[in-house]
């Protein structure tokens, strides 16, 4: 069975630090793989997602992720952290297109906070 | 415009009673879904529906009864609710068509506490 596994469950970053949130993930073939990132009271937005080619996808709010094969993992990084983005960061697996309906399996999150 | 919009945003009530919550989608997508977010804010997929099918139906209690009268609305209706279904419930939507890539479009989600 699919799972993800984000193996810190709190991160403190000081503002302008860089960031680097882990992900591993269990599936059977490459999966499509993806970050959410949910702020306070608010639902879920995709920061950025990895279906094939590049293994280094760049996404929204200057966040990037690497897809490593060899290691099943999928980590999100940022260069330097601003206050606002302070939030709870989910990695999610989920079948290749044209192999089912999609349903993505969610990482347990990784809740972001940054200190002045 | 709101893409994923669910009501209501907070619902407080006591144990044994019925409640829904609506959702609705103006993105033209062909999927909705229905995820759990519990204390812990881990999420769990409960439902799915494609153009009004149910596709997805993962162990849910029969208490919970998802409707979809059109692909753009979905809606959950609780019956006998208990205290475990305290949490937060998030709709989504999706295009599953060729490129749609799976991404998921959520609502701001609807706090359901149970007393």
């Known amino acids: 069975a699919q799972s993800v596994t984000q193996p810190d469950i709190h991160i403190t970053v000081s503002e302008g630090a860089s960031l680097e949130l882990r992900c591993n993930y269990s599936y059977g073939a490459t999966p499509y793989l993806f970050w959410y990132v949910q702020s306070p009271g608010q639902g879920l937005q995709l920061l950025l997602k990895?279906?094939?080619?590049?293994?280094l996808v760049q996404g929204i709010k200057g966040f990037e992720a690497e897809f490593k094969r060899s290691q099943s993992s999928f980590n999100l990084r940022k260069p330097s952290v601003h206050w606002s983005d302070a939030a709870e960061y989910f990695c999610a697996v989920g079948p290749p297109a044209n192999t089912g309906f999609q349903k993505l399996v969610f990482g347990t999150g990784t809740r972001l906070l940054v200190s002045p | 415009d709101t893409a994923v919009s669910q009501t209501p945003k907070y619902l407080v009530t006591q144990m044994g009673n019925d409640k829904s919550i609506k959702c609705e989608q103006n993105l033209g997508h062909d999927t909705m879904y229905w995820y759990k977010q519990d204390s812990k804010k881990f999420l769990k997929i409960m439902f799915s529906?494609?153009?009004?099918?149910?596709?997805i139906n993962e162990t849910v209690p029969n208490r919970f009864s998802p409707k979809s009268p059109d692909k753009a609305h979905l809606n959950l209706h609780i019956n006998s609710l208990e205290l475990g279904d305290s949490a937060v419930y998030f709709c989504?939507?999706?295009?599953?068509?060729?490129?749609?890539?799976?991404?998921?479009?959520f609502g701001e989600g609807s706090r359901l506490t149970v007393l």
């Open positions: 990895y279906f094939s080619g590049d293994t």
């Open positions: 529906y494609n153009n009004k099918e149910l596709i």
């Open positions: 989504a939507s999706s295009q599953d068509t060729a490129g749609g890539g799976g991404e998921l479009f």
